[in-house]
Nanobody, 119 residues
Framework: VPFVESGGGLVQTGGSLRLSCTAS????????MSWYRQAPGKERELVAG????????NYVDFVKGRFTISRDNAKNTVYLQMNSLKPEDTAVYYC?????????????WGQGTQVTVSS
């Protein structure tokens, strides 16, 4: 298992959580990282991404201004700070490492961590 995810849990509307995803077994600092989520009965969707060096981030519209992705390459860890949480943020959140190599695209998925936001 290339990742250990943590930080999920139950929080009330308006609350905050910080997800962590710590990598092992591969060159973490060479990979872009993303967070995805999947709610019950829905497809998995991209939430945020960050380049390998951490200098560029991107977010989907529904989390802009509320979520922040960051990474610490010295700790092989990517974070997702989630503020002003809403019930519709309830989902399993996954970290993903992505790198384009000559043979194609390499992806490593975390095991997922549950986030539940109560109304």
């Amino acid at each position: 298992v290339p990742f250990v995810e943590s930080g999920g849990g139950l929080v009330q509307t308006g609350g905050s959580l910080r997800l962590s995803c710590t990598a092992s077994g591969f060159a973490f600092s060479s990979y872009a990282m993303s967070w995805y989520r999947q709610a019950p009965g829905k497809e998995r969707e991209l939430v945020a991404g960050i380049t390998s060096t951490g200098d560029v981030t991107n977010y989907v519209d529904f989390v802009k201004g509320r979520f922040t992705i960051s990474r610490d390459n010295a700790k092989n860890t990517v974070y997702l700070q989630m503020n002003s949480l809403k019930p519709e943020d309830t989902a399993v959140y996954y970290c993903v490492a992505v790198r384009v190599v000559s043979q194609g695209t390499v992806r490593y998925w975390g095991q997922g961590t549950q986030v539940t936001v109560s109304s």
